[in-house]
């Protein structure tokens, strides 16, 4: 099920799933309620801590997020292997993608294909094929892609205290 699918059966708009998925809010207890009963589970199998020895996501349950000049496929959501962990999977067309913003934690980028410009603490840094960039998100950062390019993202948050 897709979390638009989920967020249909459920009565919520897709943003309000996207922020409970992405950790961005904390769901009430009748809205916990509610999506277990969407998923056809108990309130409990949703927040039980339980090491899976497998995990299968198939390509058309994973959660994607568009622009006009962005798409970004989540590979592996928040949660799955701990909740510091995000990994998604990006294609980007020419233009400006990312607009200056920090973060709370830190970011790796791999580029798979094509070219763009990263700029960092308002340094500007020309990414290719094979370049992978990790750093601190507290500092502003953009990207613009100078042509169609691919990439892996990983976002590591930082701990919550």
């Known amino acids: 099920m ?3 699918q989920l967020a249909t059966k459920v009565g919520v708009s897709y943003l309000t799933i996207f922020r409970v998925e992405t950790g961005k809010v904390s769901p009430s207890v009748v809205l916990l309620s509610e999506i277990a009963q969407g ?3 108990s309130i409990v199998s949703l927040i039980e801590e339980e090491q899976k020895d497998l995990v299968l996501i198939k390509s058309e349950n994973q959660q994607v997020v568009e622009s006009e000049k962005l798409r970004l496929k989540l590979l592996v959501p ?3 292997i701990n909740d510091q962990i995000s990994i998604s999977l990006g294609t980007a067309e020419p233009g400006e993608i990312i607009d200056r913003h920090k973060t709370d934690g830190h970011e790796l980028a ?7 410009l990263f700029i960092y603490g308002g340094v500007s840094h020309e990414l290719s094929r094979g370049d992978l960039v990790y750093f601190n998100g507290k500092i502003d950062h953009s990207v613009t892609a100078l042509e169609t390019f691919e990439f892996l ?3 590591f948050r930082p701990k919550a205290k």
Request: charged share 20%; hydrophobic share 35%.
């Open 39 to 41: 998923l056809g589970r």
């Open 153 to 155: 993202a990983i976002y």
């Open 110 to 116: 791999y580029i798979i294909r094509g070219k763009c």
């Open 78 to 80: 928040q949660g799955m």
């Open 2 to 4: 897709t979390m638009e």
